[in-house]
């Protein structure tokens, strides 16, 4: 598998289960840890704070993609 099909089961999953699809944030975060990237190097690439995803995004998507999966 590689990201491109991750991210289609993940959102199609997303969709099925919580009627809404990845924003742009998610889909950089899935990426970068994908590419076992950092936070720091999400950010930089993505154009995001280093804050917004450590504290804000990361945190609920990570829990949500534990729920959907459970």
């Not at 742009?24 to 950092?38: D, K, M, R, S, Y």
Request: proline share 1%; charged share 20%; glycine share 6%.
């Amino acid at each position: 598998m590689d990201i491109t099909q991750a991210l289609e089961v993940i959102s199609a999953e997303m969709s099925a289960q919580i009627d809404r699809s990845l924003s742009e944030a998610e889909i950089a975060l899935l990426v970068g840890a994908w590419e076992n990237q950092t936070y720091e190097q999400i950010a930089e690439a993505s154009g995001y704070s280093l804050i917004y995803l450590q504290r804000d995004v990361g945190p609920r998507f990570w829990k949500l993609l534990r729920a959907i999966n459970g």
